[in-house]
């Protein structure tokens, strides 16, 4: 493969260390015959050497011979990233394709792509960019159009790590794939949508960036907005980028509140003290950083509707929040009953529900079966398939993607604007205090005055 230079602007930071290196190591022991040259770059004082040692440090102890070799030829290079003489001596620096990572606070990305426009871009260079992309929809536009004229829309990546996660290629096999479940993937005998990502997490020190977006912006305005959209397009003609990402479009350009009320479909919430896995936590609003004037919520709920032959009449419910007990991390599709359960049968029935789980990845299938020696009488069982912990991290899928130029999981920028809309009458309510920020203890499922989903 041709040589391509990754730059990871932000090379000292956190998401630097926790989790691009650490993919980068698994991608490069999976498939050595990449061609890579890694270049850090940071605005603190640094070394080769001691970049090499800290990349090395990141990589798997079981790494393979050419990720210790892309470590050991790595370089590191100081610049200020928001400044167009310091950009020109970075794209120097490439050897062949360039990718520019932008491991970097939105407003410093943003400030970079900016300082880009006086300067000569190298054709085929790739700009990767993590979110939030932008700050509402006026400003995710602006962003965009930025961005389209330093290079094309298919060399621009809006990283989303969650579209990298395996749990959602297996939607992909399951639903089209498998005749049992193909010609039901619709309201016909679907009755509701859930997608939740509880976990057990607190802020974990992150108050410099979550105090400010709080669940919904984190969580469903992004993640669970682009998993609503792989569940809910209609079939693609093909899964390459062009009509994959047509179709996750289409299905987020038909997705609004439910009923257009913000206030009765949307619930917030945020945790007090409390005991999560024998660890104590404080009440969010006594955690370091954290302004208790703001109103953040930690834990977020919202219903939607897709407005589509497909789906009208289902809800989508999207809940994500922290410190929670249990953990649940998955799709849960709910069918619609029976029309007719003929009358011999005793026992207790259930909606039949497919559950998808988020690592280690897990298809259930809920269903309700006759008991024991009683013929007629039912209840619930459940028909599991464990489908691993996925083969890569969703990282390494991301820059898979990247590296190759090929942009099917990264988030289109119409679709960016259309995640802002979706949820612009919420934050709009929120801010307004038309929806009350309820409490939950740290360590439990979430209020108690809220219905389950």
Known sequence: MPTTTLFIFGANGDLTSRLLLP??????????????????????????????????????????????????????????????????????????????????????????????????????????????FGSDESSARDFNHMLAQLVPENQVFRVDHFLGQSILLDVFGVRFANRV???????????????RYDEPLGLEGRAGYYDSAGA???????????????????????????????????????????????????RRARYTAGEVGGEMLPAYVDENGVDPARGTETLAEATFAVDTARWQGVPFILRSGKALDPAVKEIALTFRQVRHLPHQFTGATSPDVLSFR??????????????????????????TADLG??????????????????????????????????????????????????DYPAGSSGPASWRPV
Not at 182 to 193: C, G, L, M, N, T
Not at 231 to 251: C, F, I, N, Q, S
């Open 216 to 266: 919904l912006k984190d969580m469903l305005q992004s993640h669970l907005l682009q998993i609503l959209a792989v569940v809910a397009m209609d079939p693609p003609a093909t899964l390459d980028e062009r009509d994959l990402r047509d179709a996750t479009t289409a299905a987020l350009r038909a997705t609004h509140v439910w009923h257009d009320d913000p206030v009765k479909s949307s």
């Open 358 to 383: 988020f690592g280690p990845d897990e298809l259930s299938l809920h269903i309700n079966v006759h008991k024991g020696t009683q013929p007629f009488e039912l209840h619930r069982s459940a028909v």
């Open 389 to 438: 912990e996925g083969s890569m991290r969703a990282y390494v899928e991301v820059l898979s993607g990247i590296l190759d130029g090929d942009a099917t999981l990264a988030v289109r920028g119409d679709a960016a604007e259309q995640c802002w809309r979706i949820v612009a009458p919420i934050i709009d309510a929120w801010r307004d205090g038309k929806v009350p920020l309820d």
């Open 23 to 132: 993919a980068l190591g698994q991608l490069l022991t999976l498939e050595p015959d990449r061609g890579i040259h890694l270049v850090g770059v940071g605005q603190e004082t640094g070394t080769d050497d001691d970049w090499r040692k800290r990349v090395t440090e990141c990589f798997d102890d079981d790494a393979g011979p050419t990720a210790r070799r892309v470590a050991q030829e790595s370089r590191y290079l100081q610049a200020d990233v928001t400044q167009s003489d310091e950009l020109r001596t970075v794209f120097a620096a490439a050897r062949g394709p360039a990718v520019l990572y932008f491991a970097v606070p939105p407003s410093i990305a943003q400030k970079s792509c900016d300082a880009m426009s006086g300067v000569d871009i190298p054709d085929g260079t790739i700009l990767a960019l993590e979110k939030p």
């Open 181 to 195: 479940f193909e010609p039901v993937w619709s309201a016909e005998h679907i009755e509701s949508v859930v997608i």
